[in-house]
């Protein structure tokens, strides 16, 4: 027996400390994807939508862009703001994307910190063909019969039809194992601690960009043990890595938990998971981790001698994140005028905008911008200098908004003769955001840049947090929501359980939501 619980959150979560996270674990710009639902994602943008935006002569006019209001159609505000901050396109195969460049750079700022992360921790990168037999799927009962409604089958080969039929990964256990099977032989062997970044295809009914598409990057971990004790610890270290990482580097604070055996990986003993509570209050899934236990090692017969010479089937464990967590992110933080990126995780961290309106202004401004820019630089900030002329300021204001970039640097003829800018925050609109008179001198300006960037990393955090913790609207679990069991957290609120339905005693508080 399960308690229910759907109130705040606030009771038995909080954020992880650097320590103990193991135990907690009408805005400008329109191009709308104009398909209304997710399920449609796959059509084509018709030929209007795809046109480039042409600048008028007065370069005063801003493009017809509109991005949906957060609160008047949640998944329409979405796909606008995928569309503007141009994060990716629709593939010409229905249910598949295009990452574009900045959507891509936000994937590769996730694969940065945490490759890190995994050789930290002893892991090698590695790489598994895409190509899996089909007989290798069929040897996990549980496994074949979770993912056979999502297989992509290949039959036919070089023009003939294949003896044996292939899949295109949708996950590498069962070729892990095959390969696994011939490199551990003895408990020297062991522990074996690899990962690959990879794509893997699922042959999904409905999708949404980033979050739930046929093809998706992902990396995926597996490791092998000669002890279940070092299997669960494995498999709880790496979810405590994608702990630390949505609080740190995304600035969502995920719930940490277990996942009801229900809803655990085909062919897993246990699964552990990251749950982040989205802006229309739904749950996303947002990274998992394994622990297989023996169900793959006896499937595929993969042994190894103990120490005493005995034959023994390894302990294994899998874990993976993928391109998923950009919905995230988008979903989060992003609010009426676009994007919203953590600084951690933003490919363009500070944008400076020139500012000037005759011509012999301009290149006393742009010098001067350029020399911020190269200052910055070399201090390790990620910045952009927008010196194109074919804009007005204002425009590039609200351009550079739309793309979630952290801090803005504003640089007239004005600012240069008093040797200052201006600076002014993604994470606060108007007036209230700016700073006037930061002084232009390196050490001072990029000693100011990096304390603001702290202060909007800890602000989007805490946002999300009280956002999470909101008991305005509490939940209720009813049979007509479709909400599941997304995990048992780790931390359980204390004294008596008793379950919301029956009101018998229960063991354990679970978290109910509906999710993407």
Known sequence: MVSLKLSSFTHFF???????ISHRSPIILRRRFRQPLAANFSAKATAAETTKDKVDNSKNKVPDRVITPRSQDFNAWYLDIIAHAELADYGPVRGTMVIRPYGYAIWESIQEYLNVKFKETGHSNMYFPQFIPYSFIEKEASHVEGFSPELAV?????GKELEEKLVVRPTSETIVNHMFTQWIHSYRDLPLLINQWANVTRWEMRTKPFVRTLEFLWQEGHTAHSTPEEAENEAKQMIDIYTRFSYEQAAIPVITGRKSKVETFAGACK????EAMMGDRKA???GTSHNLGQNFSRAFDT????????REYIWQTSWAVSTRFVGGI????????????????????VVIVPIWKKDDEKMTVLNAALSVKEGLQNSGIKVKLDDSDQRTPG????FWEMKGVPLRIEIGPRDVSSASVVLSRRDIPGKQGKLFGIPMEPSILEACVKDKLDEIQSSLLERAIAFRDSDEDELKVKEETGATIRCFPFEQPQGIKRCLMTGDPAEEVAIFAKSY
């Open 271 to 274: 699964t552990y998971t990251i």
């Open 303 to 310: 042994q190894f001698t103990d120490e005493n010479g005995q």
């Open 284 to 286: 996303l899934q947002a």
């Open 154 to 158: 290949v039959t036919i080969g070089g």
């Open 330 to 349: 988008i979903m989060t933080h992003g609010d009426d005028a676009g994007l919203m990126l953590p600084p951690k995780i933003a490919p363009i961290q």
């Open 14 to 20: 909080s954020t992880p400390s650097t320590t103990a």
């Open 395 to 398: 425009w590039k204001f609200n």
